[in-house]
C-alpha cells in the first residue's frame, strides 16, 4: 500500500480525501484511487461553504495529532474533496502520529 504523507523538509505533506456533511468528524482509514495514490479518508459534520468544512478538517487533524492548527495548512485543493495538507514540525514525530490515525 501506497502511503498517503511525504516527508519533507521540516514536515510532511498530507493527500486527504474529505467528506463534508458526514454524519460525525472522524478519520476513516486509507484509501487507494484508480491511479494508485493513497489518501486519509475523513468526513466532518461541517458544511463545505465559506471554508467551514476545512476549517473542521484542520481541527480535527490537529486534536487526533495534538498539534497546534497553525501548524496545518492546505497547500492544494481548498475547494475540491481532495486535498494536500501540509503540517509542519518534526517529520519523524509527525510520521509516527499520522500513522497510528491509519490504524485508530
Known amino acids: ?42 468526513r466532518v459534520t461541517a458544511v463545505p461553504e465559506d471554508g467551514k468544512a476545512n476549517k473542521a478538517l484542520v481541527a480535527l487533524l490537529a486534536k487526533r495529532l495534538k498539534i497546534a492548527k497553525s501548524a496545518i495548512s492546505i497547500v492544494s485543493g481548498e475547494t475540491a474533496r481532495k486535498k494536500i495538507l501540509r503540517i509542519e514540525g518534526d517529520p519523524e514525530d509527525l510520521s509516527g502520529k499520522i500513522e497510528s490515525l491509519f490504524r485508530a
Not at 24 to 37: P, S
Open 1 to 42: 500500500m501506497t502511503s498517503p504523507f511525504r516527508v519533507g523538509a521540516g514536515g510532511v505533506n498530507l493527500s486527504v480525501r474529505l467528506t463534508p456533511n458526514g454524519g460525525r468528524d472522524a478519520v476513516d482509514g486509507v484509501e487507494t484511487d484508480a491511479n494508485g495514490e493513497a489518501y486519509l479518508k475523513l
